[in-house]
């Protein structure tokens, strides 16, 4: 199931998280740094893209992209790491 591999994933990456907004770009959680999906990825031709997204590393080129990426679910967020994040 790939639910249970992302939030396997989410909880050693908990930190490397994205949020879409409303601009249609994402923006990381904690920081708020705008991000984008790595062209080489098959992710970054859907057309419905995942209001929130984990990535395993960012590329530093023209933009700031995110690689290796997987959708995942706020919720899982606080049961991982709550120390980290607060619920809003």
Known sequence: ?????????????????????????YRTVKHAHTVYIHPSSCMSRDEDMPPWLLYHELAFTSKEYMRQVCPIKPEWLLGIAPQYYESK
Do not use: R
């Open 1 to 25: 199931e790939t639910d249970a591999m992302c939030k396997a994933m989410a909880a050693g990456f908990f930190y490397h998280t994205a949020k879409l907004a409303q601009s249609g770009e």
